[in-house]
């Protein structure tokens, strides 16, 4: 599929798998795949990031390749890396054969049938299909990996010392997410467009939940979302997401309710928030005024 000309195309390609993107991110999105640029989304947990690889694969029709970052992850994890049994194998059938020279089992072996291709070099694989890489929760990983990402994020190649370069056929769209546990550096940022992506404000939410969760009532849907945004407003240690959003709301529907009730509310935190604290800090009388709140608003 080709890539959308417009803004409003691109919105309308997140909105048809099911994305509701305001007007800025939408922007963003349309000129990181116009520009052939990464896409550099920062955020807190739940509001979406990783959702936006998603749906631009299956949007465009292209395979999805997703490398999960995390501490210690190492090049053999996330690139490329040699095997090393059908290696040895090779060699021992070519000396049996009376192959003799090592420069001719060196070279032998150092070929693209030995290299066993990770998400990184798959995503550019001239011999594959077109990819959406979604390298996730890169602040997970450690900060000497950014280094060799920066070739990959400029020229959208991978340089293997033994073999040469594996350069793209098209280019990928690439899409990296953060979490901000702590700061990517600045020679990766200055690779990619980048976008801040926050909670959504409550008309955008209802949208989300009408199109991710349309078996919960329109009341109950409002409701939820007026809890939900004054929520975000508590000191807490972790404030709920988008996703625990569409989670609450689809229990609650589940257990046969129309309209939010603080017994109902107190039963049901567990989905909404993920610490005892935090639950501790809600239950009960907070979360009766809350909820009378919300009924207010709505």
């Known amino acids: 599929m080709s890539l959308p000309k417009t803004v409003a195309d691109t919105a309308a390609l997140l909105a048809a798998q099911g994305y509701i993107a305001d007007h800025d991110l939408a922007t963003t999105v349309h000129l990181a795949l116009s520009m052939g640029r990464p896409l550099f989304l920062e955020g807190e947990p739940g509001t979406g990031k990783t959702e936006i690889a998603k749906v631009l694969a299956a949007g465009l029709g292209r395979r999805l390749v997703r490398l999960q970052c995390y501490d210690g992850m190492d090049l053999s994890a996330a690139a490329y890396e040699w095997d090393h049994a059908r290696q040895l194998m090779a060699i021992r059938l070519a000396e049996a054969g009376g192959v003799t020279d090592r420069s001719e089992l060196s070279n032998s072996i150092y070929t693209r049938e030995?290299?066993?291709?990770?998400?990184?070099?798959?995503?550019?694989d001239p011999d594959l299909p077109p990819a959406v890489l979604l390298i996730d929760e890169l602040d997970r990983a450690d900060e000497p990996f950014e280094a060799f990402l920066l070739e990959l994020l400029a020229d959208f190649q991978i340089t293997v010392p033994e073999f040469g370069t594996v350069k793209a056929k098209t280019v990928p769209v690439v899409v990296l997410t953060s979490n901000r546990t702590r700061e990517v550096h600045d020679a990766i940022r200055r690779r990619c467009l980048y976008h801040w992506v926050d909670y959504p404000d409550a008309a955008r939410e209802r949208a989300i939940l009408s199109v991710k969760a349309p078996a919960v009532p329109a009341q109950l849907s409002g409701q939820v979302v007026a809890f939900v945004q004054k929520l975000r407003g508590a000191d807490l240690f972790k404030l709920p997401g988008v996703a625990e959003?569409?989670?609450?709301?689809?229990?609650?529907?589940?257990?046969?309710?129309?309209?939010?009730?603080?017994?109902?509310?107190?039963?049901?935190?567990?989905v909404l928030l993920k610490y005892q604290d935090d639950i501790a800090k809600i239950r009960g009388a907070e979360a009766?005024?809350?909820?009378?709140?919300?009924?207010?608003?709505?």
Do not use: C, H
């Open 114 to 124: 030995f290299l066993q291709a990770r998400p990184l070099l798959s995503a550019i």
């Open 245 to 270: 959003t569409i989670d609450w709301a689809n229990a609650l529907t589940y257990l046969n309710k129309t309209e939010l009730a603080p017994g109902a509310v107190d039963e049901t935190l567990g």
């Open 288 to 298: 009766a005024r809350m909820v009378g709140e919300a009924i207010e608003a709505t």
